[in-house]
């Protein structure tokens, strides 16, 4: 009967001893090493690049990219400048995240303006004919807008601009990888009406300009979940990390059932 007792107490201990699978193991030693690009526990903030020599704009979650130049630049004496970017993440996001529901995305995005960006229906102003078209910072994972700015309190010369997007009730906060690869678009119209009269003597109006700092100057923080570096929510599971596949507690229950046996089978035997 002692011997009974002991085999029982023995596989109530085995249970309770964590196993991993060895699936799991060889997946994890399959993975690469992490790119400092894509998003960590350290780092939430993305942040805007861009080189004009093919004419590329992209973001990634690393300060520092050598093939950035510090600045977007465009100028006109006397015309439209017509600004569209689109930051694309690149590389694409590889990791799944969540956001967590009571944060804030965070940006702040440093510019120089010149010349007229307000409509007024006004003959004698640049934009008088109403084809400006102010500052307006939006959001995307994937097809999905996550939160728009639109600015009107620039002036001429350097801005920084400051905004929040609130999470509501419909915004997408589980971003499952590459189908919610992050997009920042950044969209205005400005015009220029310098005129040159006079044989070059005279110089009427103001020409348009427009720049923006990259790296550093130029980002958005993500209120990303710690819980996302779970193994287990990274491989499907909830948010809290527990896996939708496994029964919660069934090990442990099974432990117990046996230390229980172990205790019934000794209080018989003091019995007899």
């Excluded at 600045?71 to 569209?84: A, C, F, K, R």
């Excluded at 967590?100 to 102003?125: A, C, H, I, K």
Aim: proline share 4%.
């Amino acid at each position: 009967m002692r011997k009974v007792a002991c085999l029982a107490v023995f596989m109530a201990l085995m249970m309770l001893v964590p196993v991993q699978a060895g699936e799991n193991v060889s997946i994890q030693q399959s993975q690469p090493q992490d790119d400092n690009r894509q998003p960590s526990e350290e780092n939430k903030t993305m942040y805007m690049f861009w080189n004009d020599s093919n004419t590329k704009a992209w973001t990634h979650f690393q300060k520092m990219d050598n093939s950035s130049l510090e600045l977007y630049s465009d100028e006109v004496e006397n015309g439209l400048i017509d600004v569209d970017l689109r930051f694309r993440m690149d590389p694409i996001l590889a990791k799944r995240l969540y956001m967590d529901p009571d944060g804030l995305f965070r940006g702040s995005m440093n510019f120089y303006v010149e010349g007229d960006w307000t409509n007024d229906n006004d003959g004698q102003t640049a934009c008088g004919q109403n084809d400006c078209e102010e500052l307006n910072i939006t959001l995307y994972a994937g097809p999905n807008v996550i939160g728009e700015h639109h600015e009107t309190g620039l002036v001429v010369g350097d801005n920084t601009v400051t905004f929040n997007f609130v999470i509501e009730e419909d915004t997408i906060i589980d971003w499952n990888g590459d189908q919610f690869n992050p997009e920042v678009q950044v969209k205005m119209k400005l015009r220029g009406n310098r005129q040159t009269t006079n044989l070059g003597f005279t110089q009427t109006g103001e020409p348009a300009k427009f720049e923006m700092s990259m790296g550093e100057q130029s980002y958005i923080e993500l209120p990303i979940d710690d819980d996302s570096w779970n193994d287990a929510f990274q491989d499907g599971g909830d948010i809290d990390g527990s896996d939708s596949e496994d029964t919660p507690g069934f090990t442990l229950v099974v432990a117990s059932a046996a230390i229980a046996m172990a205790v019934f089978v000794n209080a018989r035997r003091d019995e007899e």
